[in-house]
């Protein structure tokens, strides 16, 4: 780009806060972790802290790992308050489709496995928790805001001012107001019968619990555990803990480490698919598979309470370089943090979020009607710029913004490729209505490039003793290509847009017909000149003279 000003400044930040998306680039595509590849092993699978996008993938590719590697067992060591539905589905659909046991395991002692934690808990083949533990808590709720006063029963069995007493489901009340919370027992007398919660008031809610309700059932009812209780846990939030658990039938056992766990569970059934296996654990070697630094990193930056921050940050950016055109570093850092937080809500896929933009080109020191260029290459080090983007993320979009043709080495190696040509004052808008699919990109080369330096026809056009010698005489253009017969990175009128385009009819050399079959822009219909070029270009002889 032109900068004449600020070209320097501008050229810096950009490429340090390119160099900073492609680090992110490949958070995103982290590689999966690797777990133990003896046959006599557990895998040890560690949840710690809230669920999300990092953490469903770190389970789910440490799952496929432990299957591929031969592990006889996973245990997953739980200590969650919960997290994004859509990640906590991610892990359970991970360990319904695993080949091997799956063990929930809530530990250490005074851990917890609440909300998402449930879910996960009764999904597994075994369900087991250390002493001083609990679980439950398992009503779905917004991310950034309470409900309306109300809408939920308050903690204990509470009533809201100006409302009749209701006990919630996460406990039961008696005329003492005194209760044991989820065990449906008072402390003294016999047990009493859990009271209804009360119903959520809008109908959202309504959909958000019952499908809640009839998830965790389908779970429990596929794993013969209570099913009674596990609705409770979503409608009312009710808890239990380790012993409660054990005598409800919400779990299989209490176990003290992991490897008195693995003892007792030693000779046990489990049903995977349409067999029946008899878990040999008791002599298994525990092998602990780690999340790698990136995980772990993205696991703190895509913790909901992290990411609605990010997510007001993003917001803030963007509204600040909107009052404040050209700042720059507002825009582009409340779009990380914008886009880092759309990943962590999983409102958008991760093929997305780790999409990179790389912007090259000439400006007024390279390129002018004054003087010559001594090279097509792109000045200073944006090939390398590139090349160590799209290493990072091979979905990358390079906008190249040049007057004339210049080298693209690396165009194979990234994913798209869009011509600028030097635009306006609304250039940015332009470019992001192309990416966004708003807009068509209509435009073809109205030039060949050439692959390297080395195969232009004609480089040099230095006059020699005050002459210039046109040697190439009528070789100019295509015929010139023609000639040296060498492979070019575009030819004239090349370009590629959002348009499915095909010829219907060629009457060489009368006329070309070229119409649209398809089309994702209205109105659009262009004859292509490259499809006219390539079909032509095999079929007519030409001299070589």
Known sequence: MNFPVRGQRFS?????????????????????????????????????GAIGPATSRYIVRALEAAGKNGSRLVVLEMDTPGGLDSSMRDIIRAILAS????????????????????????????????????????????????????????????????????????????PDGKSNPGTGKSP????????????PRT???????????????????????NAEWAEQAVRGAASLSANAALQQKVIDLIARDIPDLLARIDGREVHIDNRTDKLATRDLAAVRVKPDWRTQLLA????????????????????????N??????????????????????????????????????????????????????PGRQDDLV???????????????????????????????????????????????V???????????????????????????????????YAEGIHIGYRAWLRQDTATAYWFGSGQGYTDIALTGVDAPASVTASTTSSTMSGFKIAVISFIWTSLRGSVTRDRR
């Open 12 to 48: 810096g930040l950009v490429g340090v806060l390119l160099v900073a998306l492609a680090v992110t680039c490949q958070l995103f595509a982290a590689a999966p972790p690797r777990a133990g590849s003896a046959t006599d092993t557990a895998a040890i699978l560690e949840i710690n």
């Open 99 to 174: 080949s091997i046991p799956v063990v929930a395991y809530v530990s250490p002692s005074g851990a917890r496995a609440a909300s998402a934690g449930t879910y996960i808990l009764y999904a597994c083949h075994v369900a087991a928790m250390a002493p001083a533990t609990n679980l439950g808590a398992a009503t779905p709720v917004p991310i950034g805001g309470e409900p309306e006063p109300g809408s939920v029963p308050l903690p204990g069995g509470g009533a809201h001012p100006g409302e009749k007493p209701d006990s919630g489901a996460g406990g039961t009340g008696s």
């Open 188 to 199: 003294e007398g016999p047990p009493a019968e859990p009271e209804p919660a009360s119903p």
């Open 203 to 225: 109908a959202m809610e309504r959909k958000v619990v019952n499908d809640a309700v009839a998830y965790i059932r389908g779970l429990a009812e596929l794993r013969g555990r």
């Open 300 to 323: 703190v930056i895509t913790n909901p309470t992290v990411a609605y921050g990010l997510m007001v940050i993003g917001i803030w950016g963007l509204l600040l370089e909107g009052y």
């Open 325 to 378: 055109p050209g700042a720059v570093l507002p825009g582009v850092a409340g779009s990380i943090c914008l886009l880092i937080a759309l990943f962590a809500f999983q409102i958008l896929s991760v093929n997305y979020a780790g999409l990179a933009l790389v912007v090259v080109g000439t400006n007024s020191r390279v390129e002018s009607e004054g003087y010559d260029r001594e090279s097509l290459a792109l």
């Open 387 to 433: 090349r160590a983007v799209a290493a990072a993320n091979p979905r990358t979009v390079v906008v190249v913004n040049a007057g004339s043709p210049v080298l693209l080495p690396w165009r194979d190696e990234v994913a798209a490729v869009l011509v600028g040509y030097f635009g306006g004052q609304e250039f940015g808008h332009a470019v992001a209505d």
């Open 435 to 469: 990416l966004l699919g708003v807009a068509e990109p209509g435009g073809r080369l109205p030039t060949t490039w050439p692959a390297a330096d080395a195969d232009v026809p004609v480089l040099s056009t230095v006059p020699v003793n005050g002459a210039l010698d």
